[in-house]
Structure formats: structure tokens, C-alpha cells
């Protein structure tokens, strides 16, 4: 007898449920510890002296006056860097705390242990720091030594000789990568209707609202533990064992209650300094950064200068892309190249195009360094390519919906690296999707709704509505031949004569949900109802980063695999005690396919507890060619799709976003109350992008590192959403699922100010918009 | 840091005369700020929010007297119809959480060119009431700010009050900011109307090293008013559009971080076109109700 879908018990809170999560009581009433809530007695306060030049050599250090402070612990600078004085996610070029030369505004030159965390801040400001102020290189033009920007005519001619010597910010020359996107023939292509266009995108921030902190405690072996806010425990371990100079056994890490990452956390911050003062001074040393500090304590979004050119058919069917991206990578690596590769690869949006030709360059300046924020690559170049689809469109008299219908991509479709998108493309149902949902109402009666919101700017003066669609294209998981995995531990056995699971991973949660996705998949797969989560920690194999939208994917593929290890032992056990069968396990309940319940979980537990451990990859990917970009790079793609509709007030430039509607295939909805939420949040971080959220630079100091004046976003700004997610299984990934916490983030920048240019007439090129864009100045006082 | 908690204004008085350094707090909403980011570490704190004189308003002979201390959220509650320019303009002030503690008292402390109470009070020609070991006094709000951050208060005064007219006309307030809440001015502006006397009244904010009036743009339309006020018609559109002009011309704005200088004209010369606009048809509906 086989069991029919629909009677087939379930187990409650498993895949697919939208179960409470475990920390959201605590969170919302304001119980949740954050990283910097840390104490232990006797603890010191550690604070970081830090570079007021985007760019200087260093003549010398005095902390004698610091040291001799009351209350002063340590004053520690390059030169007690116990192992390798820098540091870095792929290439080791960050130093500790600076020696010989700065370069960037906010690079750690100093740091300091005391009793209280002022008397710390106190003593930094007494160290003596000899600079000699150099001139930054803060144009990423002047960086790579080529200025095709400014170059009279639209065809970029080969970067020259020249390029590396001019003012280089590291020895080796500014260009840290450029990735060449080679696909069709490019050069001979001609197409009957071509647009051109540049654009740029600012600095943005991922504006967590839980600053960089941490607690490092001394160890009795010479080790020490740390409990740090960050989104990947073991590639910080391995990247401190080298700067302590301490086998990565010694370096214990737990992971601390976090405060949002997007990105900013994948780069240490405080980690090897409150390490380096707790093995110094054989004390707990605490350090929290400030709201200030926080914007030179992480990197941010590369900003980027960008040239594309398209052409098309008469019927808009795209023949060719040219594209330039330059990304400002800053002072030093990060993840630089990751992101040219992600601009690269993916920089021509999801279209199905015969002819591409791509360049996308990574440089370093003095401006601070940029690295990995929601979206990574892909959130840049889709602005550009969106608003090539609208001019495009324009230019052929097609809607903007048809003209991307008309170029879509779909399963099958070959990217310009020549890699098959072997699983769902719903490209073209996304955005017919979009179109057939309803339109808000016309102009609100309440003024708070209009542009200007609270501040009683218009009563109607000046309003024009505008709608603007979007989709975009990201990756999912590591790409490029990385070796991404994770590793899960899952035990289940008798807690008070109840079955209980125990999950115990390194992966991160930042409040994307890992902790409850990971308890739903223990549940479905094992069949018990209770499952406690183990903090994240080093205990315990690399769970990976909490980025590139792949942890339900890798972590959850890792506790599945754990999962199905152990009910393998818990069946061979059923079989023994109750003869040959098919068993499965579920609500607590061992059911044999013919003979229904045969007994319970927790009898065939009396044998003892069951345990596993697995360590899961995705499928493997391939770097690409450096000159063609031939390779497949990529795990898995993402699709998401916006429609936003504005109210702008095109006397003043105010712009409100009166509706985002998104569609995105998730593949398989694990938890679909947390998908929603990614997709929400995600779009308010591309709203922020669209209007407002900037990290202004002079010369390469910050302007506006607060948030008084780097605005993000409040309810008033956030509109309401329309959301209609798809199901369609990818094949190759756990469960089907997708990916879901960048796509939304990609295509709702580029549908507002679709719909901004909508309302206005307005050409805009730059994100954010600001209300000088919009309005012509000087002119009708 | 010495930390003084006054329950009466004599008390509060006193302190201030024996530490005149002694910094005063009322919601703290600015004072909190610089200390927590470490500009500001005063010698001392003098909390004024147990002082009850500070707090609640009173109205004699067609004016108001506001509590140094009296928060936005109770200002917006209590004075909407007897100064709605200054209600308006607490509507604007940060968040709810802000306008729960924040004071027009402390809004004159700080006199930022930013702060949004200030042009309405000037707009309608507040005094600021001060208070000392040696009395009591009465500044008038366009003597009273001299530079950025910088008021006309003694070392040993404290902000008791702020007078105005209860309003006899239409006033309004607008405020540009590159958000749609909780966000500093850009730029703003305010306008009274006050047809008893045959006169308006301007304030701009964030426009200038202080809030300011604008002078040139108020007597051309007190002029073109003239003989409008009994039985008003539309204004012209050469006549709105003047008054934008003029009020834009009497900034005196920079470029920063917030906006450049010559948005800050622009959008000043449309925020004033549009308050003449809501304050006049507001004036004719009034008279046509009579
Ligand atoms: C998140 C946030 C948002 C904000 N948004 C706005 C905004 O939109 N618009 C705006 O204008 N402001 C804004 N502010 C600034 C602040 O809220 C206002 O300036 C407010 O009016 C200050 O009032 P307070 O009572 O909190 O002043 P306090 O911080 O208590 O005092 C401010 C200054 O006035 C002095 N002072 C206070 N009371 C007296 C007194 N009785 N006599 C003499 N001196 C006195 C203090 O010594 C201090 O110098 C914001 C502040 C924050 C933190």
C-alpha cells in the first residue's frame, strides 16, 4: 500500500512552514544579547587609533605618553603584530595596524587596552604620529592610468603601458583585476538601433545597525577565545592564526549575537586587535566601534563608473553589448576580485545577447576600501543594463516590460561565458507577472504620502507619477572554482524521554534565519518535532560564509545530508527491532509504508543517541578564461523582478516610492514568512541605493560617516509591496530551492528610477538620486 | 561630571549664576548627542526637565507664552490652531521618539541654522524670555541668534519662554530633506500672514549661518497685500512668483554634504511660491467665511 500525497502526515514546523523564530521574541522586546551587550568582570576596553589621511608615510609612532596614562593597559602598534602583519580574504595585503604608509582615511595605526573604555579613547588621542601627508589617488580614472572616460570618442581604445606606473597605490601597480568578457564577435557586430549610455553608482554602506564588537578572552594553553559578531567563523580563524601567530586549535571562536552584516562583516575589523591586547595583557579586552568609527571599521559597496553600449534589431532583439565597468575598490583587496567577476560574468543582465564584449576592471585608490555588500557586482552593473533596456525600449517604441520579454533568457540559455543556465529562467513569466498586477491608487489625499512625506512640502504642486520595471541576475554560492562547503553535526537522541535533535554548525545567522531554516529541514527529514540549535562555533567544521545568498542552500544542504546519515542508523534500528521494511519517520512516529505506525522515535532512541556529522558541497565550478571569460563560473542564478511606481515632485526633486511590487522564483519557498522578509528588505536596501544612501567623499576622507547625514530608509520612505513568489525547483540544489537574499536587492534600484525618469523626463545617470538631479538649477528663482 | 537636578526655577536660577558653565539639558536630544559622540564633555549637567515653570503654556492678552521645556508632541496636541506655524514645523522634527523629549527651549539653546522651530518664530516675532540671578528678560528673536550655534544668552541666563502673538492669520511651514521623515533641513521655510496688522512675516532655515527673515520679500508683499486683506482676490502669478524670487535672494547658503547652494535657492524660491499660495487661499476661505 502506498501512502497518497495528500494524507501523508507531516511533521509540524518543517519545510516549507514559517515557524517562530527562535531569537525573534528576544529580539523584538529587547532581550537579545548583541555582541556589544558582552561582559565578563575584570574585562578591558580596547579602542583603535586610527589614520585622519586617506593617504600618508609614516615617519614615526610615540606612545609614550599614552602608556603612561592611569588606567592604561597596553598601547600596542605594528611592530607587536605577533605573526604576519597583514591580512586579507584572498590576497593578504591589509595590514594589522599600519606600517610605513596609510592608505586610506580610518586605517588602524594604533590600538589600545585600558580599565574604562574613555580613559582608552583618551590615551589614543595621545599617541604622536609623525605623517608625512601624501597626495591620495581618489579617481579610479587616474588610478588605472587610462582616462577612456574622458576620451572623445565612445570606442575605448587598450589600456597602455602606462597604466600600472601611474601613481600606484600599492607597489605592484592599481589594477588588482581585469576580467574580459569575450562572446560571439563582438567587434564585427553591427546592429540598426544603438543606444549608448554612462552611468555611475555611489558608495553605499550596508548600515547595520549592530556595531563591529567583540569580547577576546586570554586561554590557559596560550590560546584565546573571542565571541565576535562576523559572517564566516573559520576564514577569520585562519586569517587571525596568521597575524597571532598561533595554531588555528588555539584560536577558538563563538559567534556573538549579530546585528545585521549585508556584507560588512566578511573583512576582520576588531578581531585580531582585541586578540593581540588580551594576549598582551593577559585580560578579557572588550571593543565595541561606534556609529562613527563603524563607517571606516568596514568596507562598502564598490562605487562604480560604467559605459555600456547596445544594439538591437528593429524589433529591439538585442545583437550586441560593449560594456566597460570600473569598480573603485579603495585602499586595499577584500573581495575585489570576486566582484570584477561578478560584474563580468553577469554584466549584461539575464538577455539572451549573440555578441558581447566586457571589460570590468577592480582598482585600488586611496578612497576606503570596498568589498562585499547584498548584491556584490551584480547590483552595479544591473543599473546600467536596466537603463540600457529602458533606452532601448524607447528607441524601438516598445514598452519596457516587451522589450525585455523580447531578450529574455530562459532554461537553456547560454550566458556570455558560455555556461548553459541549466535549471528555470523564468525571466519573461517574471515581468508578465509584474504587468498584470493592479496599479495603486492615483496621488494620495494625505500629504505625509506625497514627496517630502512628513516635511509639508507639496500639497499636490509639481507631483508626476511614474512607473519603472527591472529585473536582475545574481549568482547563488561561491563561484569561480571555489571550494565552497559546509559542514553540520546532527545528534538525535532522548532529552527527558523525548527525541531531540541537535544541530550544531559554524554557519552564521545574521537575521536572515539560518537558525530556523536549519531546526525546519531537522524536522522533516528526521521527524521530530524538537530541535535545538548549538551556538555557531569553531567546534565544529566550516559552515562557510553567510553571503552569496548560499547558506539554506550549502548549510541546509549540509544539516539534510547529517540529517539523512542519521536516519539511516535510527531505520536500521527500526528494521532490526520490527523486520524488513520501508520505514519512515514522522511526527515522532516510525511508519512502515505497508503497515502504517509501527512504533515511536524514542524507543528505537533507548539504544543510545544518534549522531552525525557531513560536510557538503554544491557542484563543483570552473574559474573563467582571464582574456574570453570562457568558464562555468556559477553554481546557480537568481531572479528577481520589480515594478515601482513614484510620485515625484519635479519642482523640488523629492522623490516617493509609492509601491514596489516584486516577483521572484525561490525555487522552493523554505520558509516562506522569511522569504518575504529577505524580499522586503532587500528591495528597502535597493530603495536606499536609488535615493538616498551614500558614502560622500572629498579627496578621500568621509563626509557624512553618521546617521544624521548617510540616510537609510525609515517607514516613511518604504512603501508597501506587492510580492508574488514562484516555486520553480532547481534540480541541482537541495530541495529546489534558490537563493533569495540579494536578487531583491539587484532590480529594485534600477525599477525606481526607471519610474523617477518616468515622472520626470529626467536622463539620470548616477545613484543615488539627489533632488539637484532632478531639478534644473539656477534657473526659475 | 557634576550632574545638578533643580526643582524650581529659583533653584535652577541659582545653579545657573553660581556655575555658569554648568550645561543646561531639557530633552537632551541634542546635549545627549555631543556628549556621546565626544564633542562635548561639560564640567557639569543642569537638568531642568524637574523644573515645572518650564513646562505648559499659558495665553494672556492675545499671546502665547511656551514653556522652554514643553516637548513637540505637546506642542503639536495643544497649540495646532494658536500656532500652527510652529505646529507644523514640530510635525517635521525627527521622529516620534524625539518629539516626545525635544523642546523648542532646547531648539533655541542649540540655535542651529537647522532647527525647524526657528523660522516660525520668526515669522511671527517671538521674544525669547531669559532668566537670571539678575531677572528677567525679553529678546527678540531677530536679535537673539549671532552666528552659527551661537545665541544672544549671558553664561548665567536660561531660556524660560518663548512669547508670540496667538495667530489672527494663516502661517505655514516646509521643510526639504533628502528623506521623507526624520531628516535635517536642507533648506526650509515659513510664512505668516497677519491681516490684522497688514503685514507678513518670512523665516528660512538652513539657508544661512542663522536662521534669517526675508526682509526685501516681506515688504514687497506686505505691499502688494495692501488693500487685499478685507476682500482678497488671487494673487498673480508675477506676484507669487516675485515673492519666491525674493526670499530665495536673501539666502545665503553653502554647498555641503546636505545639498549645493544653488538647490538651496531654488528649492527655497518654490517652497516660498507654494506657502503664499496654501496661506493666501487659506485668507480668502477665511474671509469668505465672515
Ligand atoms: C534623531 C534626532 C533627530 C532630530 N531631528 C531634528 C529635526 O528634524 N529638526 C530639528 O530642528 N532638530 C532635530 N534634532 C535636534 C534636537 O532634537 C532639537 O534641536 C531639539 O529642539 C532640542 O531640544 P532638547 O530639549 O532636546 O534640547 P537639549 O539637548 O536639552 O538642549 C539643546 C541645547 O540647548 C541648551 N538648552 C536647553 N534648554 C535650555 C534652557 N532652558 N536654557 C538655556 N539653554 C538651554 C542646552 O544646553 C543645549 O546647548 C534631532 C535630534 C536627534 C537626536
Redesign the pocket.
Known sequence: MSVSTDTVRRTPGGVGDSPVRPDGTFKVSGQFAYSSDLYMDGMLWGTTLRSPHPRARIRSIDVGAALKLPGVSAVLTHEDVPGEKVYGLEIADQPVLAFGEVRYQGEPVAIVAADHPETARRAATLIVVDYDVVDPVCDPREAVGHPFWKQVHDEPGERTAMSRDKAPVHPEGNIVRHQRVRFGDPDAATADVVVHGDYEVGMQDQAFLGPESGLAVPGEDGGVDLYVATQWLHVDRRQMAGALRLPEEKIRLTLAGVGGAFGAREDLSMQVHACMLALRTGRPVKMVYSREESFFGHVHRHPALMRYEHGADREGRLVYVRAHVLLDGGAYTSSTPAVVGNASTLGVGPYVIPHVAMDAWGVYTNNPPCGAMRGFGAVQAAFAYESQMDKLAAAVGVSPVEIRIRNAMSEGSILPTGQVIDSPAPVADLMLRLEAMPLPAPAAADIRLLPGGVSNTTHGEGVRRGVGYAIGIKNVGFSEGFDDFSTALVRLELVGDEPSVLVHTAAVEVGQGLVTVQAQIARSELGVERVTIAAADTQVGSGGSTSASRQTYVTGGAVRAACEGVRSLLIERAVQRYGEGEYRLVDGQVESLRDGVVGDIASLLLDGAVERTAEWRHRPTHPVDEHTGRGDAHVQWAFCAHRAVVDVDVELGLIRVVELAAVQDVGKAMNPDAVLGQIHGGSAQGLGLAVMEEVQLLDGKLRNPSFTDYLIPTIMDMPPMRVEVLELADPHAPYGLRGVGEPPTISSTPAIVAAVRAASGVDLKRVPIRPEHLVAQGSRH | MEFFRPTSLSDACRLKSEHPDA???????????DINFDRHRPESLLD?TAVPE?FGWSRYDGHLRIG??MP?TAIIAELSAEAPGLAIASR????PQ?RN??????????A?P????LPPLLAVDAEVEAISAAGTRRIPIHEFFLGPKRNA?RPD????AVHLPVARGPQQFAKVGTRNA????VCSFSLALHPDAGRVGTGIGSAAPTPLPARKAETFLAGELTDRWAEPTDLSEDVVRRFGELVAAAAVPIDDVRGTAAYRRHALSVLARRTLTWTWADHIQRMGQR
Open positions: 550645561v543646561p539639558l531639557c530633552g537632551g536630544t541634542d546635549v545627549m548627542v531642568l518650564l522652554a521645556a513637540y517635521t522634527v525627527g521622529s524625539i523629549r525635544a523642546s523648542v527651549g532646547g531648539n533655541l539653546g542649540s542651529s537647522a532647527g525647524d522651530a544668552l541666563e536660561l531660556i524660560t526624520m531628516v535635517i533641513a
